[in-house]
């Protein structure tokens, strides 16, 4: 079992900065390929960039590529995620997703196995 717990979350404008932090623990941190995804309202959870076990291989959406920047210490347990340039389209609430069995791609929801309850970002423009 593996709890997360997503935190830096808040309210930013257009063009301004956040940095989400995602702690893990119950289980070894470096034996999991971490992701983040984000959900708008009346929208589907999407992916937005996900790392491999060692940090050796990550995969950015579209959307965020260039602005965003996935990052993991496993000293730490914790999984980053730095968004610059932030637009009012980034608006949604943001989750940490750990996956235990590595099946399917890194930008599939399907691939994780174990979610945070999510922090909020707000872009105003």
């Known amino acids: 079992q593996v709890q997360l717990v997503e935190s830096g979350g808040g309210l930013v404008q257009a063009g301004g900065s956040l940095r989400l932090s995602c702690v893990a623990s119950?289980?070894?941190?470096?034996?999991?390929?971490m992701g983040w995804f984000r959900q708008a309202p009346g929208k589907e959870r999407e992916f937005v960039a996900a790392?491999?076990?060692?940090?050796?291989?990550?995969d950015y959406a579209d959307s965020v590529k260039g602005r965003f920047t996935i990052s993991r210490d496993n000293a730490k347990n914790t999984v980053y995620l730095q968004m610059n340039s932030l637009k009012p389209e980034d608006t949604a609430v943001y989750y940490c997703?750990?996956?235990?069995?590595?099946?399917?791609?890194?930008?599939?929801?399907?691939?994780?196995?174990?979610w945070g309850q999510g922090t909020q970002v707000t872009v105003s423009s």
């Open positions: 119950g289980r070894a941190f470096s034996s999991s390929a």
């Open positions: 790392v491999s076990r060692s940090g050796s291989n990550i």
């Open positions: 997703a750990a996956e235990q069995y590595g099946l399917g791609a890194p930008w599939d929801r399907n691939r994780y196995d174990y």
